[in-house]
């Protein structure tokens, strides 16, 4: 077990990605109970709107420098390709079956990656994305590498943030209020339609940070990048409670130590020698959350909400 | 709104109707080829991914059939015969390939085909073609079980698919070959395994694992990991304290490039792999992949003098992609087929038979010729009896061949 600090740090640093791109899953729900199948290309095409920004700023910038240009050049195409998704492709179908706007998000999804595929260059494949120089980080017998250091950052700060904003600033109070009862809402005078809007683009914003550390953690961007960890993700907002954002991190969190230490040590069980390693270690994050979900079916965090399925 | 939703219906269809009839006209022109000259068109189907993680070893594919289809017409090599290659892309995906299979059967034109790049698709497109009597001829497939029957290892060989050939060794010759060089060569003795679950890394793994602890060589453990995966912490940490000297992987670059890289930040052993991850793509997605090492199949083409002029025409055809690694083999590959067409239309008193395909498919086991890999020559379960391998390994940042020999189980 020496190496469970490792394994932990693996984890967290794993578990921070699926947290920050679950915020939208759970942001978007909390307000309009749609589950956003497009969420991870929106994530996707964040990490190629960051790629796009290194790739034009002029040569000898260095990376440090670059980042938060490359996060802000992220967010902008995140956002802008959320908001116009739920202008066009969601907007005309509120109010109808909830399975239409499901549909509409996986047929988005498909159509996003096939963009980004078909009209970026060299896109066809995985592309490569600047790393952050520099040895290891040695801390409490875990060695962090700077791409992950960058997510057990960012992943915190961004959480902070968006409790500042959620409880302490008036669109946030609003977003609390349609969530709780859209109608009523609206009757108070809440924009609802702004407040769904921006439930949207800070989802995006999230999942633009995420990629730009998935891209400085795994050294390569591409198209299909979003569906698995945001298959992941969405799986970590239903773990902690989906429509809570600490829960979405909090299940994050979780998943992804779940994942490194089924790696690491299910094999290493007697007798459970075939049922460990990479190949099953999905098979025991999913059982997890059967088991939360057993246990306690509105997640980690979630409330009871009686009136919605 | 009524009218508005009939003109939308209408643009519609029409829209659909003018692609379908587009589509058909194009393959009429096809049809009317022979047009003032006397030649007869014959096809010849493509099938790579051109598309997707694995397309720079697929554009180099699709490549080299083009330049050896053009090569043949410009040296007449068959009288009154002019090659065209027809490629598809299968996106490294068996669904995909499928359907490209009953593409290339209905089009009576098409007389070969060269590919896959995968062994998984190679898999779905054996039966179809041995149905159909059509040729097909991989130059990258390494899967033992494709020639010789899911009995292989047993010694209970037998050919499944009589219309199925490849100018690649198989797995059972590399994985060994691999192993050899490791435990030989490199006097490396324990290792951790790994693969990707598919039918080539799995394949290659397995047969690595069988000839390295043959060997005297230790496994110290084995994983397998999810192809679409880029981030592999987890198990590296689980590498980094089992004492292994290096990490033998079967699968493919795109996972490997990643996995290399995160494995020499926390341990500094080397990766191997086999001919999925010798391509200049590894390169690019792995800042550390200094001292990682890979076989191949054949010699290295820059090597040969048989492949020199290959070097040459490819380079003056001006293609905008390397041929990669399975450029000599597919040039080979389209070119047994070029040679089968001749020995068929020679047979036939030099006229085209009109039932070219089960003449093709008979005419291959009497393909004999020089190649860019070296001698070219199909044994009774349709592979190559060309064993060539070579071991390579990333020096200053490219990949250099270190060691070739003709492998004997």
């Known amino acids: 077990m020496h190496e469970l600090p490792q394994q932990l740090a693996n984890g967290l640093i794993l578990g921070a990605m699926y947290g920050l791109i679950a915020i939208g899953y759970t942001m978007v729900y909390g307000i309009v109970q749609l589950i956003n199948f497009a969420h991870g290309e929106i994530f996707m095409v964040g990490g190629f709107g960051a790629l796009t920004v290194y790739l034009i700023l002029p040569a000898g910038f260095s990376l440090g420098a670059a980042i938060p240009l490359m996060i802000l050049g992220g967010m902008v195409v995140s956002v802008a390709v959320a908001t116009a998704a739920e202008r066009f492709a969601y907007r005309p179908l509120r109010g109808a079956p909830r399975l239409a706007p499901l549909i509409t998000a996986i047929g988005l999804s498909i159509v ?91 989802g995006a914003a999230f999942a633009a940070v995420a990629a730009v550390g998935y891209g400085l953690h795994n050294g390569q961007v591409s198209f299909r990048m979003g569906f698995l960890l945001g298959l992941k993700a969405f799986t970590a907002a239903v773990l902690g409670g989906i429509g809570n954002i600490y829960g979405a991190m909090l299940g994050g969190l979780v998943l992804g130590v779940a994942e490194a230490l089924a790696t690491g040590y299910i094999a290493e069980i007697p007798g459970m020698e075939l049922f460990g390693g990479g190949s099953w270690k999905d098979v025991w994050a999913f059982s997890l959350l059967i088991i939360v979900l057993l246990v306690r079916p509105q997640g980690l965090l979630g409330e009871r909400v009686a009136d919605r399925a | 709104m009524r009218h508005r939703s009939l003109l939308i219906l209408t643009t519609v269809l029409t829209t659909g109707a003018l692609t379908l009839t587009a589509c058909g006209s194009r393959d009429d022109k096809g049809g009317g080829g022979d047009k003032g000259d006397s030649k007869t068109k014959v096809v010849i189907g493509v099938d790579s991914p051109t598309s997707g993680d694995l397309s720079a070893l697929g554009l180099g594919i699709r490549n080299s059939a083009d330049l050896a289809a053009k090569t043949a017409n410009k040296n007449n090599t068959v009288p009154g015969v002019e090659f065209v290659t027809q490629p598809l892309d299968d996106q490294a995906q068996p669904n995909v390939g499928q359907q490209n299979a009953a593409k290339f059967i209905s089009d009576k034109k098409v007389i070969g085909v060269v590919g896959p790049l995968n062994s998984s698709i190679a898999q779905v497109m054996q039966k179809p073609f041995t149905d159909a009597k059509l040729t097909q001829v991989s130059p990258a497939n390494t899967g033992t079980e494709l020639t010789q029957g899911p009995n292989w290892k047993a010694g209970d060989k037998k ?251």
């Not at chain 1, 290891?136 to 904003?165: C, E, H, K, R, T």
């Not at chain 2, 200049?280 to 010699?299: C, P």
Request: hydrophobic letters at 40%; glycine letters at 10%.
């Open chain 2, 159 to 409: 050919r499944p698919f009589a219309a199925y050939f490849r100018t690649a060794t198989t797995d059972q010759v590399q994985g060994a070959f691999a192993a050899k060089y490791l435990y030989t060569t490199k006097k490396i003795d324990k290792v951790y395994l790994m693969d990707d679950q598919k039918t080539y890394g799995a394949g290659l793994a397995a047969s690595f694992k069988e000839q390295f602890t043959k060997l005297g060589g230790k496994i110290v453990g084995e994983d397998h990991v999810v192809p679409e995966e880029r981030d592999f912490n987890a198990i590296v940490t689980k590498v980094k304290n089992s004492g292994a000297k290096a990490l033998y992987y079967g699968g493919e670059y795109p996972a490997a490039g990643p996995l290399s890289q995160q494995l020499k930040d926390a341990i500094k052993i080397p990766l191997m792999g086999g001919d999925g991850i010798y391509s200049a793509d590894f390169l690019t997605l792995n800042k550390k992949a200094e001292g990682d090492l890979a076989t191949s199949v054949g010699k290295p083409v820059e090597q040969l003098d048989s492949a020199k002029k290959f070097i040459d025409d490819y380079k003056a055809a001006g293609y905008k992609e390397d041929y990669e690694a399975y450029g000599g083999g597919t040039y080979d590959a389209t070119w047994a087929i070029i040679e089968a067409v001749k020995i068929a239309v020679a047979d036939n008193g030099g006229k085209v038979p009109a039932d070219l395909r089960p003449k093709v498919l008979d005419a291959m086991s009497k393909v004999k010729f020089d190649g860019v890999t070296g001698p070219v020559s199909f044994d009774e379960y349709g592979d190559t009896t060309n064993t060539m391998m070579t071991a390579y390994q990333v020096e200053n940042g490219k990949w250099a061949a270190k060691f070739s020999e003709a492998y004997k189980p």
């Open chain 1, 112 to 202: 996003l990656q096939q963009l980004v595929w078909q009209w970026y260059p060299d896109a066809k494949k995985d592309h490569p994305f600047p790393q952050l120089e520099g040895e290891a980080l040695s801390l409490l017998g875990a060695d962090l590498q700077p791409g992950g250091i960058f997510l057990l950052v960012a992943a915190p700060i961004s959480m902070i943030a968006l409790g500042f904003f959620v409880n302490k600033t008036r669109t946030g109070r609003g977003m609390q209020a349609t969530a709780q009862d859209p109608d009523t809402a609206k009757l108070m005078g809440i924009n609802t339609d702004r407040i769904i809007v921006t439930a949207f683009a800070i």
